[in-house]
């Protein structure tokens, strides 16, 4: 099969509603400015510069609306801060779309029946996190699991009463290890686990 | 599993970051003076007459409202674009001559009738199904909730057998691709424990 049916990068909705937002924005304003400047001069020939104050404008002061902008120069402050801006909010949204981003899925691996052409299996990252951290809470001496995974490695930081916690630490270790070797992943994610001290 | 615009997303992102980052870098370099050694007219202490002067053209307002309406129909059908879809498959026509009569069947009715199957699974607590494709050539998108101490191994095995053993029978063709997503269905009473991705 050409295209995989699990999505396995993420789709950038947030930085895509964002840019919708922000290029909606400035369509309104623009069409705003617009339709002002239209509606003040009387004519469909106005021009959008002087007279875009607003409504009820009536000359065409060079020091309101868009006519402010020829007070200014090149160099001043605001032109300088506003290119900045620009131009950095333009590289964040470029490499957004560029880079790949992080995987949200590790591949699985199965046997394929007769009556399937293709089988695709995953496991989310979060439930990645979600199987150590239960695995990590049958260990005996553990009090709480935070875990955090992403498609190769995961976190696992457990608290616990007991002052000398290596030994728990390990079967912690193993536990989570053990559980992930139980699963035929394509490529079995990494397990780092940290001990923290919990008052009891 | 369901779809998004994944590629509409990044295609926007990439033209509209493009342009952002051109315009930012324009200004910048007019503002720093480094414009002047290629464009005179480009100073760094002139004012910004050149570039606004083209708004003082005479129906610069109405070509400002074209655009304003041409970039707003855009923004507000990339917006449209992402609510994530199921697009589940037109109805399946079943029969084998459309003379002798018409078969069709829902592809919700199938995907609930899976998903249904996939729920009395020993270790799985919730399913959702989409089907996708056609009749003679179906496609099966899988999401399981299964149980945190569940063997996920013999989980999809039994997927990948019986349940899509079924509905592949109940559709009388080999499913042409089936993808299934094992997550972990969140239990109550471990309050002490957090996941973070």
Partial sequence: MSSRLLRKRPSRIGPAVVVALLVLLVAVGLGWFAVAAIVTSGTVDAPLFGTAAGYGA??????????????????????????????????????????????????????????????????????????????????????????????????????????????????????????????????????????????? | MRRTAAAANRTGLIIVGLIALLLGLAVLAIGFGFAAAFLPSLQADASLDPATAVLALPYSAVIALVVAVVLA?????????????????????????????????????????????????????????????????????????????????ALIAEVADRVAGNASLALGAPLRAVAVEVGIARTRSRRQRTVSV
């Fill in chain 1, 58 to 200: 009536t000359s065409a002061d060079p020091s309101s609306g868009l006519g402010g902008l020829s007070a200014l120069h090149w160099s001043s402050g605001v032109v300088i801060g506003t290119g900045l801006i620009v131009a950095l909010l333009g590289l964040i949204a470029l490499l957004l779309g560029v880079s790949p981003g992080a995987r949200r899925i590790t591949g699985v691996k199965a046997n394929t029946p007769d009556h399937i052409g293709d089988l695709e299996v995953a496991v989310p990252t979060s439930s990645l996190s979600q199987i150590a951290a239960a695995a990590a809470d049958e260990v005996d001496g553990v009090s709480g699991v935070k875990a955090s995974s992403n498609a190769t490695s995961t976190i696992v930081t457990f608290s616990t009463p007991i002052r000398d916690h290596e030994p728990i630490r390990a079967e912690v270790e193993a536990a989570v290890r053990q559980r992930f070797d139980a699963i035929s992943f394509d490529r079995a994610p990494t397990v780092k686990v940290q001990a923290r001290r919990s008052q009891s």
């Fill in chain 2, 73 to 153: 129909v855009i923004a507000l059908r990339w917006l449209a674009v992402q609510v994530p879809r199921k697009d589940f498959a037109k109805p399946f026509r079943m029969q084998a001559d459309a003379r002798t009569g018409l078969t069709t069947m829902n592809a919700e009715v199938i995907a609930e009738a899976v998903a249904d199957d996939l729920e009395s699974t020993d270790g799985v607590v919730d399913a959702q199904v989409i089907l996708r494709g056609t009749a003679r050539s179906p496609e099966l998108l899988v999401h399981i909730d299964a149980d945190e101490r569940a063997d996920i191994d």
